[in-house]
Every structure is written in structure tokens, then in C-alpha cells.
């Protein structure tokens, strides 16, 4: 069964750092794309970034929102995906998901989400 | 970036009901469109994909069609299960965008 679990998420102030992690498991995780998705409280959904597989050397993809601030990098020996969050702002308070992309670029299994707050 | 507009951003149903949203895109996708249902405080759960491809486990009640900038969602017959919020997803060009999501309610 494809499962993917983020973890990490919590209160942070504005300017501060944080770093989400996914667990993948139930697929061959070094074959995908994988992508994070984030949404507001009571608003829509957010394409945060991609990051593609080791034959594709990895490269990423950005929003605008979030682009020099966020970093996704991954572990293929851990089957993990992480999101660094860097300079973050109070309208980066979301929950964060974590989404395995199908091999036709189609995000397709999504974790249960981590809360990240902006606050001071 | 590609736009995506949902419409209509809420709507009012009973069960039984035959059920449409429709979803454009601000320019030409061809078929890179996904269509996701989302219950409160919940995963967004993909319903289809390409357009018109039905998602693994999905109930064939719900289906999917259009190409290009024009797109619906469709539910052949609303069940209590399905009142959640639904949101498409153009998957053609970078940045990956959705659209607003339309809620289904009683």
C-alpha cells in the first residue's frame, strides 16, 4: 500500500526555519517525482514544489510564493522528502502535504498533511 | 502561469442529484487535468486524472471529460459520501496551478 507521512510541522515566529519531512513507503520512492502541496486555513490548494528522481539529477521546481526561501531536497537510502523552510512569513502558515507524482506527472498520493504556524 | 477557474464555487445539491463543475483553463492544456475531492480536515483524495481517467478505487458515478482550455467534473447520481469540497488541477506546465474549488452541500 502507497503511504507517504509528513512529520515536523509546528509553531515557528516570523524570520524563523523549519524542516518538514516525509516518509515514503509501499513504491519504489527513487522512481518519482514528489511534490509539496500546501493550504491555508479556509482557503484553497497550493503547489509549493517538485522534485524530480535521480534520472532527471533531481532538479526542483518552485512557486513564486516560495522560491529562494524553500528548499526541497531528498533520501533515497531513507525513502524521504524534505522541505526546508527558510525567512518564513506569517502567510506561510498552511498545512503542508506531501504528494507522490505517477509516472504520467500526475500528483497522485497525498500524505495526511503537518500544520506549520507563523506566529509571534 | 495557467489560471484555472472553477465554477461554480458552491452549490447546493440533493442525493440523487446529477451533479456538474466545470473548470477552464487559461490557455490550452490539452488533457494534463486532475480533479480532486477534499472532505473537511482531510487529504485532498484524486478522483481523475488526464482528464478523463478514473483514479484508482474511484466509484464510476463520477467522471471526468474536455481537452483543452475546457474541462468538467461530473456525478452521475450524488450520494451522501460525496458532499465535499472539489478542486481541479492543471499539471501541463510549471507552476502546477489549481482552481478556487467548488463545494457541494445539501
Known amino acids: 500500500e502507497v503511504q507517504v507521512a509528513e512529520s515536523g510541522g509546528g509553531l515557528v515566529q516570523p524570520g524563523g526555519s523549519l524542516r518538514l519531512s516525509c516518509a515514503a513507503s509501499?513504491?519504489?520512492?527513487?522512481?518519482?517525482?514528489m511534490d509539496w502541496v500546501r493550504q491555508a486555513p479556509e482557503k484553497g490548494l497550493e503547489w509549493v514544489g517538485r522534485?524530480?528522481?535521480?534520472?532527471?539529477?533531481?532538479?526542483?521546481e518552485y512557486a513564486a510564493s516560495v522560491k529562494g526561501r524553500f528548499t526541497i531536497s531528498r533520501d533515497e537510502s531513507r525513502n524521504s522528502l524534505f522541505l526546508q523552510m527558510n525567512s518564513l512569513k506569517t502567510e506561510d502558515t498552511a498545512v503542508y502535504y506531501c504528494v507522490r507524482v505517477a509516472s504520467d506527472y500526475v500528483p497522485d498520493y497525498w500524505g495526511q498533511g503537518t500544520q506549520v504556524t507563523v506566529s509571534s | 502561469d495557467i489560471q484555472m477557474t472553477q465554477s461554480p464555487s458552491t452549490l447546493s445539491a440533493s442525493v440523487g442529484d446529477r451533479v456538474t463543475i466545470t473548470c477552464r483553463a487559461s490557455q490550452s492544456i490539452s488533457a494534463s487535468l486532475a480533479w480532486y475531492q477534499q472532505k473537511p480536515g482531510k487529504a485532498p483524495n484524486l478522483l481523475i486524472y488526464k482528464a478523463s481517467s478514473l483514479g484508482s478505487g474511484v466509484p464510476s458515478r463520477f467522471s471526468g471529460s474536455g481537452s483543452g482550455t475546457e474541462f468538467t467534473l461530473t456525478l452521475s447520481s450524488l450520494q451522501p459520501d460525496d458532499f465535499a469540497t472539489y478542486y481541479c488541477?492543471?499539471?501541463?506546465?510549471?507552476?502546477?496551478?489549481f482552481g478556487g474549488g467548488t463545494k457541494v452541500e445539501i
Open positions: 488541477q492543471q499539471y501541463k506546465s510549471y507552476p502546477l496551478t
Open positions: 522534485i524530480r528522481n535521480k534520472a532527471n539529477s533531481y532538479s526542483t
Open positions: 509501499g513504491f519504489t520512492f527513487s522512481d518519482h517525482y
